[in-house]
């Protein structure tokens, strides 16, 4: 029999794990989803209500947004055409790093193609061998990739457990020369809130960097809706604020505020920034619509966090600080099927599996807009209580 050739090879590998992750219902599939008008997606040509979304006030969709995207288009072309350290530097640019630095007080920002790409770049940028990452264990993957980038040393605390973290500090603190903390601000899978506040001062007593992914608390929560750092009477000490442009601000890329020395430095040394293109003008055009229309309408951008909060109560959960409200079901087979069910009935929630989240802990994660409609939550929490709870009790 003649030897496999390597595309045999290569398919039969890609087959046995596909068969693998099948049989334990983690097996992924893309599904063409149509987003065109508040919180309304379609599929298969069925019109459902979205609740899987992150798009949390439904900027992406804003008429004011898409007309900036279309004007900078016009006036710039379709895409920046090279890295911005080339020639890809738009003048759009420098405006949305202004507005960004200025709308979470800092010095300085720099922009990058997306978050995981901010991520991936700024933590090997700042430590290296001989040095200290501390990061709390559901802080998201793009944090956790870049740490295992940077060749520092990595130690998971336990989730917001702040005594945890003191007690890594104390222990591998003084072997480092430098210590980076990090942690998500608003938790995406979870929707909770780091202790921001509490983090900053212990990353002070410990000379500690402390670096926050604010990606789903920009925009919906803290004062002003500037994000987890603005959450507490005052401006947490956080010196590395970083983020997306893809949620609430419903366009794309990532950012990192922080004092212009760092941000220098970032601008010199991320290889996620030097080495890939810019991000389109229209996207950039887009975003600063977006942080326009933000900062002058405080009281929209209140409501996904009071729109989350009727939908927990309605079930009896605690009150959420952010507009994600996790049902925790804990067999992916069961989250699939009460998916299955939720899309039968109208609504679109996806199901959430491991990697994604601890084994164990499959589960519902439903997101609120500004535009979704509460006669439409009032029955979808009636669904998932009569339907969903109800049923798993009786079992």
């Not at 065109?36 to 798009?55: P, T, Y």
């Not at 802080?139 to 003191?166: M, Q, T, Y």
């Amino acid at each position: 029999m003649a030897p496999k050739s390597p595309v045999e090879t290569l398919d039969s590998f890609a087959r046995e794990k596909l068969d693998a992750l099948e049989a334990q219902a983690l097996r992924r599939h893309l599904v063409e989803t149509d987003r065109r008008e508040g919180a309304v997606a379609w599929r298969d040509g069925r019109r459902l209500i979205s609740f899987c979304c992150n798009d949390y006030l439904n900027l992406s969709q804003h008429p004011d947004v898409k007309r900036a995207a279309i004007a900078a288009t016009e006036l710039y072309g379709a895409g920046s055409g090279a890295s911005r350290l080339v020639s890809g530097n738009h003048p759009l640019f420098a405006e949305l790093e202004a507005s960004l630095a200025d709308f979470k007080q800092t010095e300085d920002c720099v922009v990058f193609g997306s978050g995981y790409m901010a991520n991936m770049g700024i933590v090997p940028a700042l430590v290296r061998e001989g040095d200290l990452i501390l990061a709390d264990e559901l802080s998201h993957a793009c944090l956790l990739s870049g740490s295992k980038l940077s060749g520092a040393r990595v130690a998971i605390f336990r989730h917001n457990d702040l005594a945890h973290l003191e007690e890594l500090l104390a222990t591998h603190r003084g072997a480092a020369k430098h210590c980076l903390i990090l942690t998500d601000g608003i938790f995406s899978m979870d929707g909770d809130a780091a202790p921001v506040r509490e983090l900053g001062l212990l990353a002070a007593r410990h000379d500690a960097w402390l670096m926050t992914d604010d990606a789903h608390g920009i925009g919906v929560v803290g004062r002003d809706n500037r994000g987890s750092s603005f959450m507490g009477d005052a401006k947490a000490a956080v010196p590395l604020q970083m983020g997306t442009l893809s949620k609430a601000i419903g366009a794309y890329g990532g950012y990192l505020c922080a004092s212009k020395p760092v941000v220098d430095l970032i601008r010199t040394r991320a290889r996620t920034l030097i080495y890939s293109t810019g991000l389109p003008p229209g996207t950039v055009a887009a975003a600063l619509a977006a942080l326009e229309f933000i900062r002058a309408n405080p009281d929209y951008c209140r409501r996904p966090v009071e729109k989350a909060r009727s939908f927990a109560r309605a079930l009896g959960l605690a009150d959420p600080v952010s507009p994600i409200v996790p049902l925790i079901l804990g067999d992916a087979e069961a989250t699939l099927a009460a998916s299955a069910l939720l899309q039968a009935e109208g609504y679109l929630v996806t199901g959430i599996r491991p990697p994604t989240v601890p084994e164990g802990t499959a589960r519902l994660r439903f997101t609120f807009t500004a535009e979704h409609d509460d006669a439409d939550i009032a029955r979808l929490a009636a669904i998932v209580r009569e339907r969903i709870l109800q049923r798993r009790a009786a079992e």
